[in-house]
């Protein structure tokens, strides 16, 4: 008899919040395509693969382990965002600005980034085989220990670029 107010409790417990990281990442997901806008979000570990995002407002979110893989995120904006670990193996991200952003061992395998904003971004340990960066500006990124294999990189600006084997491109 003792137990039925313990089950109360934790099944109250369980209600009234103990999900809400869960509800939080689906708020926040639901305000993404929605509106289009979600600077700062907390979106990490989200599932949006296959999803058009382009022109969103990402900038600043954080978006690490994301699944991003096959999104369409041309012309957005994830300057200064949180990518580390995430999945954009085959995105399209042409003309988006990741200026700033963290994208460490970020798999960007076969991605489009050409045109794409990259100054300053951190893409220590990504994986960019494959990608097409023609005419991306990649000024002062870090690619150390990147993976750049059959990456196209045409026009592309690296300038003070930290390149996978550590030298830096002036």
Excluded: H, W
Aim: hydrophobic residues 40%; aromatic residues 2%.
């Amino acid at each position: 008899m003792k137990l039925k107010p313990i089950i109360l409790l934790v099944l109250l417990f369980t209600l009234s919040g103990c999900g809400s990281q869960t509800s939080e990442l689906d708020k926040a997901k639901a305000r993404l395509t929605e509106t289009k806008s979600c600077p700062d979000c907390e979106l990490n570990q989200v599932d949006l693969s296959g999803t058009d995002l382009s022109g969103v407002d990402l900038s600043g979110a954080k978006l690490n382990d994301a699944n991003l893989t096959s999104a369409k995120l041309n012309n957005a904006n994830l300057s200064g965002a949180f990518l580390d670990s995430a999945k954009l193996n085959d995105a399209s991200l042409s003309g988006a600005n990741l200026s700033g952003a963290g994208l460490a061992s970020a798999n960007l395998s076969g991605a489009n980034l050409s045109g794409a904003n990259l100054s300053g971004a951190y893409l220590r340990g990504a994986d960019l085989s494959g990608s097409v960066l023609n005419n991306a500006n990649l000024k002062d990124a870090d690619l150390n220990a990147a993976k750049i294999d059959d990456a196209k990189l045409e026009g592309a600006n690296l300038s003070g670029a930290k390149m996978p084997d550590g030298a830096g491109k002036k």
